[in-house]
């Protein structure tokens, strides 16, 4: 275990070292992604308002209740960076199966890759997501504070979330099919658009035993609520710290046998 540990921490090290290419590495991505474009990255601020926008003001109707209009606008936000990371990740090892093969990067270099493109669109997202939360008539205060202190243990997360994907995907591909489409089913089972209110039946067990819940309460419920409930955030750190442990073990015991599987 010791020199399991050793190994993914050596990993890190070496990642870590070299942060100026995978920032780069990022950047570029996003850059090519959005080539020969009037908007350029713009585009992704577009898309998030044009979707919240009119899921909002045309779908719902939802105008006079600005409560609703944070509830979905952030509930959004979050559900697109969980899915968009959990959607690329499961396909991480095989997209950069040349990287992998040809030189000697370390394995979570495309981890951190990977996480600070969802970084760079979660930003264009995040300002659209404020627009629409002041055009729905929310004000802004103080508790938005604890709403980004609730983001920053979610992007914390996210490195060893994309590590357990990536991995699963590389080690059986039918993984990318059957997560892929979990995420879309996802969508509608997890209260991004509806609210529990005390709900009973499947509504009740589908609230409180879902992890994704938790995680978009405690970005959502200061901005309607006012407050953090703790045993929302509890549960996203010890969700978080799980995360991390299981991540650096496979770090560890998989990093040099991923290539041969791909």
Request: proline share 3%; aromatic share 18%; net charge neutral.
């Given at each position: 275990?010791?020199?399991?540990?050793?190994?993914?921490?050596?990993?890190?090290?070496?990642?870590?070292?070299?942060?100026?290419?995978?920032?780069?590495?990022?950047?570029?991505?996003?850059?090519?992604?959005?080539?020969?474009?009037?908007?350029?990255?713009?585009?992704l601020l577009v898309n998030y308002v044009a979707?919240?926008?009119?899921?909002?003001?045309?779908?719902?109707?939802?105008?006079?209740?600005?409560?609703?209009?944070?509830?979905?606008?952030?509930?959004?936000?979050?559900?697109?960076?969980?899915?968009?990371?959990?959607?690329?990740?499961?396909?991480?090892?095989?997209?950069?199966?040349?990287?992998?093969?040809?030189?000697?990067?370390?394995?979570?270099?495309?981890?951190?890759?990977?996480?600070?493109?969802?970084?760079?669109?979660?930003?264009?997202?995040?300002?659209?997501?404020?627009?629409?939360?002041?055009?729905?008539?929310?004000?802004?205060?103080?508790?938005?504070?604890?709403?980004?202190?609730?983001?920053?243990?979610?992007?914390?997360?996210?490195p060893p979330i994309i590590l357990i994907f990536?991995?699963?995907?590389?080690?059986?591909?039918?993984?990318?099919?059957?997560?892929?489409?979990?995420?879309?089913?996802?969508?509608?089972?997890?209260?991004?658009?509806?609210?529990?209110?005390?709900?009973?039946?499947?509504?009740?067990?589908?609230?409180?035993?879902?992890?994704?819940?938790?995680?978009?309460?405690?970005?959502?419920?200061?901005?309607?609520?006012?407050?953090?409930?703790?045993?929302?955030?509890?549960?996203?750190?010890?969700?978080?710290?799980?995360?991390?442990?299981?991540?650096?073990?496979?770090?560890?015991?998989?990093?040099?046998?991923?290539?041969?599987?791909?």
């Open positions: 275990m010791t020199s399991v540990v050793g190994s993914a921490f050596k990993d890190v090290q070496s990642t870590w070292k070299m942060r100026r290419v995978w920032l780069a590495l990022a950047t570029e991505d996003i850059s090519d992604e959005h080539k020969r474009t009037t908007l350029g990255p713009i585009w979707f919240v926008g009119t899921f909002c003001f045309v779908v719902f109707d939802a105008r006079s209740n600005s409560e609703y209009v944070s509830y979905v606008a952030v509930g959004l936000f979050v559900w697109f960076y969980i899915s968009d990371n959990i959607n690329n990740a499961v396909g991480l090892f095989v997209r950069e199966e040349g990287f992998i093969k040809g030189t000697p990067l370390p394995i979570s270099l495309y981890v951190m890759r990977q996480f600070m493109q969802s970084c760079i669109r979660s930003f264009y997202s995040l300002l659209g997501c404020i627009i629409i939360l002041l055009l729905g008539g929310t004000s802004a205060d103080y508790t938005w504070f604890l709403s980004l202190l609730s983001l920053f243990l979610i992007l914390l997360v996210t990536a991995f699963l995907g590389a080690f059986i591909p039918d993984a990318k099919f059957l997560i892929q489409n979990a995420m879309r089913i996802g969508m509608f089972l997890t209260p991004v658009f509806w609210s529990y209110e005390n709900s009973g039946g499947l509504r009740h067990y589908l609230y409180w035993w879902n992890p994704f819940t938790y995680f978009l309460e405690i970005v959502r419920d200061p901005i309607i609520e006012g407050y953090i409930h703790s045993f929302d955030f509890m549960v996203c750190v010890s969700l978080g710290i799980f995360a991390w442990l299981l991540g650096v073990y496979l770090l560890g015991k998989l990093k040099k046998e991923v290539v041969f599987v791909l």
